[in-house]
């Protein structure tokens, strides 16, 4: 397959694969990624999984990116928040949970961060248009669900602070019976309590 006729084919991917290429041409030699890399056609991700290097990237095709290279996961924790406008915008890179290990990619586009969830905890995501496909993006609930279960030290006022919390946004979006119909998921009351203690903090802040 020649360069023009694969940019044709692939020009509606935000990001493919080696595997992708393959379904439409079986006998391709990997060999040619290198080649077109060298060239300044393409940019590697990580390993297996490439962007069009003159693709303008807006958010919402690095949050189908951020879902495509470490299935399965959703965007949540702090850039989720930061999507719906709760907190300020994250300057950690694109945090997804997933239910496989805990991992960091440093790419040429960003970091793209990863943190371990149980496999029961995998839902309260929405799946979200990014042109002709799409991503998934924890609900406002679940992000803040999330990152409370992954970090114990948000237990008093101190810490809660540190998180900036747009009250006006939250109370705009946020749908307490929703959270709280997540929460009994987590099964952990030390998490209930430090939920509870967070609604008392907010609504007097």
């Known amino acids: 397959m020649h360069y023009i006729e694969f940019q044709k084919s692939f020009l509606q991917f935000t990001v493919f694969s080696l595997a992708d290429i393959r379904q439409a041409d079986p006998k391709f030699h990997r060999r040619r990624l290198n080649e077109w890399q060298e060239k300044g056609y393409i940019r590697k991700i990580i390993k297996g999984y490439y962007v069009f290097a003159d693709k303008a990237l807006d958010e919402k095709a690095l949050f189908e990116i951020a879902n495509r290279i ?32 805990t991992s ?21 995501f929405d799946f979200l248009k990014n042109g002709e496909k799409s991503f998934k993006l924890a609900s406002a609930e679940k992000a803040l669900l999330d990152l409370f ?8 006022a101190a810490n809660f602070e540190g998180l900036r919390i747009n009250r006006e946004v939250f109370f705009k979006i946020m749908d307490k019976d ?23 903090y907010i609504r007097h802040a």
Not at 149 to 156: C, G, H, N, P, S
């Open 178 to 200: 929703k959270a709280n119909s997540y929460l009994d998921v987590y099964r952990q009351p030390s998490l209930k309590r430090r939920i509870s203690n967070f609604w008392e």
């Open 149 to 156: 279960y992954i970090k114990a030290e948000l237990r008093d």
């Open 104 to 124: 960091n990619f440093k790419t040429p586009l960003g970091s793209f961060i990863y943190r371990t969830i149980r496999p029961r905890l995998y839902f309260g």
């Open 70 to 101: 470490y299935p399965p996961s959703y965007v949540s924790f702090e850039m989720a928040l930061a999507y719906y406008g709760l907190i300020p915008e994250s300057v950690y890179g694109i945090t997804s949970a997933s239910t496989r290990k």
